[in-house]
């Protein structure tokens, strides 16, 4: 194991002048938790001193805080060279958990995920959520969770909160507005997510709820809470029955002035094209949504993408319509590239088992349309399986945590 004892592998943390003392300290809390969360290896106390500008004593005080709370704790020392052993400082482990749910127009999950990163239990339950009544399938949510943190308990202290993932447009107060594939009238899903913060408890967990495709893209952003991934600077692409989309810049999800950009499933890609579930014609979705693929590659409504993947190897429907699809995902794509300047597209869910047949048709249409293309290199990968929005959703409980520490503090 490596302890980071470097200033050049931590980040810099900038303090702002003219703050009072109690201001100053939560600042500096903020900043030595987000330096040791985003190393890449344990970090020691003089490491986060020299990235940060603070004296070795203000930060193996506010260290001290830190393991108290139950946010990092501590490593064996290590013997690296002459001079005193560093101790490592790590994210805590199973103390404050938060946890991901999803609302998918196939399936209920929930996932809970500890500051280190590590998944303390999960569940994913197959169901068919198309057209549903919310306040059935958030009752079955509310039992789903509860189910998941008591099976849990003992691998957790507290429940910073839940993020609940739904594929729709969602206000800045938590409000689904409209979910084509859900078929939901306007809800508050947090008003019916009744789950405790601390096992066994009556005090409630705070509840929010975003994006199913923002969500996904932020588990593909970073590696664990507060720690980035990659580059950090792509466009993600989420498929199920329906596709949505999100731009990620350094890290961070771009979510537009509502918090609604991102909707490649309903971009133009024909304007004489078939109806869409959103009421207009010609959407993305039409034509690489699960529902249109299946259809189009003349298999039943329950087959798998993989076993759509299989059929397309083979001259006939399948490969057709998967062609369709991908010429289809180019135009709409070349478009993105053009107005946003990304050269990275991570395409997630059903996409992943179709990217090879994808790819071919996908390619070209970039290549046709794609105004800088003869200088740019456009890198399409596969995303992360395995619901990346339950991920998503709990790390975005824990990166709050991770930006205020002194929130979670004794005596807070």
Excluded: K
């Excluded at 103390?95 to 209920?108: N, Q, R």
């Excluded at 946003?340 to 597209?345: E, S």
């Excluded at 869910?349 to 740019?376: C, H």
């Amino acid at each position: 194991m490596t302890v980071t004892d470097d200033a050049q592998s931590v980040t810099p943390g900038l303090l702002t002048p003219g703050v009072g003392q109690a201001s100053l300290r939560d600042q500096n809390l903020s900043v030595v938790t987000m330096l040791a969360y985003a190393a890449p290896e344990p970090v020691s106390r003089a490491a986060i001193a020299a990235g940060s500008g603070l004296t070795r004593s203000t930060v193996s005080r506010l260290v001290d805080e830190l393991l108290a709370g139950g946010l990092l704790e501590e490593l064996p020392p290590q013997i690296a060279g002459r001079g005193r052993p560093a101790t490592p400082l790590v994210p805590a482990r199973g103390t404050i958990a938060g946890l991901g749910l999803e609302v998918s127009p196939s399936y209920l999950g929930a996932r809970l995920v500890d500051l280190s990163g590590a998944v303390l239990a999960e569940r994913v339950v197959p169901a068919h959520l198309e057209a549903s009544d919310p306040d059935a399938v958030l009752g079955r949510l509310v039992h789903l969770a509860r189910d998941i943190l008591a099976s849990s308990d003992g691998r957790w202290r507290v429940l910073a909160g839940a993020r609940l993932a739904v594929p729709g447009l969602v206000d800045s107060e938590g409000r689904v507005l409209r979910t084509p594939n859900l078929g939901w009238p306007e809800v508050l899903p947090a008003e019916r997510l009744r789950l405790p913060a601390v096992p066994g408890g009556t005090e409630l967990a705070p509840v929010g709820v975003g994006n199913e495709a923002d969500l996904a893209a932020l588990a593909h952003a970073l590696d664990a809470p507060g720690r980035p991934a990659g580059s950090g600077t792509f466009f993600y692409v989420s498929a199920d029955i329906g596709v949505g989309g999100t731009s990620v810049v350094d890290g961070v999800p771009v979510r537009g002035r509502h918090g609604w950009a991102g909707e490649v499933g309903h971009t133009l890609v024909d304007p004489a094209g078939p109806p869409c579930t959103c009421g207009a014609v010609g959407c993305l979705e039409q034509y690489a949504g699960r529902d249109a693929l299946l259809a189009g590659a003349g298999l039943g409504p329950d087959a798998s993408a993989e076993e759509l993947a299989a059929a397309a190897a083979e001259p006939g429907p399948a490969r057709d319509a998967v062609d369709r699809a991908g010429r289809a995902l180019g135009a709409a794509l070349a478009n993105v590239v053009n107005l946003l300047d990304v050269d990275d597209l991570v395409l997630g869910g059903q996409f992943i088992p179709l990217l090879p047949a994808l790819r071919p048709a996908l390619e070209d249409e970039l290549g046709r349309r794609v105004l800088a293309a003869p200088w740019l290199d456009v890198t399409i990968r596969p995303g992360l399986s395995g619901e990346p929005a339950l991920t998503g959703a709990a790390l975005a409980v824990l990166g709050d945590v991770v930006a205020a520490p002194y929130d979670w503090l004794p005596g807070a």
